[in-house]
């Protein structure tokens, strides 16, 4: 019988967790999180930490769980020491930073302990997919279509656990609620970190949703997408988990689309292992010659959701408020920020990583990357999102840009997307002065496109 500490990460969870599989088979298991404050590791954002903590004190009431911070190796060394412990399970990770520090704590670890680690996090691990010539993919349709060869929907039912009894202390972690400003009173509303409320939202999704998602997941003023991004992000249910539900459905367009979903995460896994740059730096070497603006009062405008434009500002209101955004929506603003605006998509990114309980480190990069058109299988630079039209489409009653953006909600459907081609009466009548009530908007839409079109021109030479 051998005593086996199981480093938790992004797989806050007892079910269907290899690691903890094996190791509850082995013999007493303890379970450590380390929240790592290592100087290379990137912060978590603000909005990430309210989840963190929130998933943690959740997971605690299932699990004796210990929770340290600092520097990992010092802590797993530590907590080896006082509790005799034999080996060392986890579930990999795969930013560059985690897969470095990983591998050096393995070595440094083997001298005294067994150690071991599994895929906890993905239908299949990134060095599995490869194209006919032994290559990585860079366009998603041929990946999906080869990792649909790979899948496997049986879930790992835990096993009786007999956890190791001991004294340690966990460290305070309530420093990573919201401090100034504390602006989490939206997300407590919105979510429910946890196993349990990844359970519901699966359970929601499915019976409510799933049949008209191919359709409806695009509609800003409908509840069609899953929302359990957050939930996957920080491991509290895994993808096998829902393929596995999602496999016991009637396999129409509306499973396919959303499965695909799931297949464009690995895809964002796949490219951060075999091209790690994609963190900071576009995959298209063209686009390291691209005359992006440095515009700190744009950026600004977009973060706060005040450039004039009424769905961009409901999106980034709603982000704000919630922790999240629809996935439309995240298209279309990370277009007018990139186009548009000419912002480099690095900062969309940063702001998507403070304020997204989801901010994921693939998922992020590979799909601001996507729409800016430097990523793989990214579309067409050409290719600008009109946000008057897509509003229209995608928000038809209004409903979305009236929840979030409430000073608009008298105007007209008409001019709902675009007040500034309202008359003096029709605003008047809508209790709105433009400039005052709600701002102009911060680019001509047509100007900003040519502009966009022309800058692109000059890194095609």
Known sequence: MRKTLVWVRQDIRLLDHPALHAAAKEGDVAL?????????????????????KQSLDAFKEQAPLIVKRGEPLTILK??????????????????????????????????????????????????????????PFKVFTPFWKTLQKHLEVKVLQPTQIKWLEHQIQDDDYTDLHPQHPDWSAGMQKAWTP????????????????????AKGRDFLDEQKTSRLSPHLHFGE????????????????????KFLAELGWREFSYHLLYHFPQIINAPLREEFKRFPWSDNATHLKAWQKG?????????????????GYMHNRARMIVASFLTKHLLIPWQEGEAWFWDTLCDA???????????????GADAAPYFRIFNPVLQGEKFDPSGKYVRKWVPKLANLPDKFLHCPWNADEETLRAAGLVLGKDYPKPIVDLKEGRDRALKAFETIKK
């Open 32 to 52: 450590i999180y380390t929240i790592d404050e290592s100087k290379d590791n990137r912060p978590l954002g603000r909005a990430s930490k309210w989840w963190l």
């Open 78 to 135: 530590s907590v080896i020491e006082s509790l005799s412990i034999d080996q060392v399970f986890w579930n990999r990770c795969y930013t560059p930073y985690e897969i470095q520090r990983d591998t050096k704590i393995k070595k440094e670890l083997q001298s005294c302990v067994k150690v071991q680690s599994f895929n906890g996090s993905l239908l299949a691990e990134p060095w599995e997919i490869k194209n006919q010539k032994g290559e």
């Open 194 to 213: 946890g196993k349990e409320g990844a359970k519901q939202r699966l359970e929601i999704f499915l019976k409510e949703s799933l049949g008209e998602y």
């Open 237 to 256: 249910i895994s993808p096998r988990q829902i393929l596995n539900a999602v496999s016991k459905k009637t396999q129409d367009a509306n499973t396919e």
């Open 306 to 322: 005040k450039t004039g434009v009424p769905v961009v500002d409901a999106a980034m209101q709603e982000l704000w408020v919630t």
């Open 360 to 374: 994921d480190p693939a998922n992020n990069s590979a799909s601001w990357q996507w729409v800016s058109g430097c």
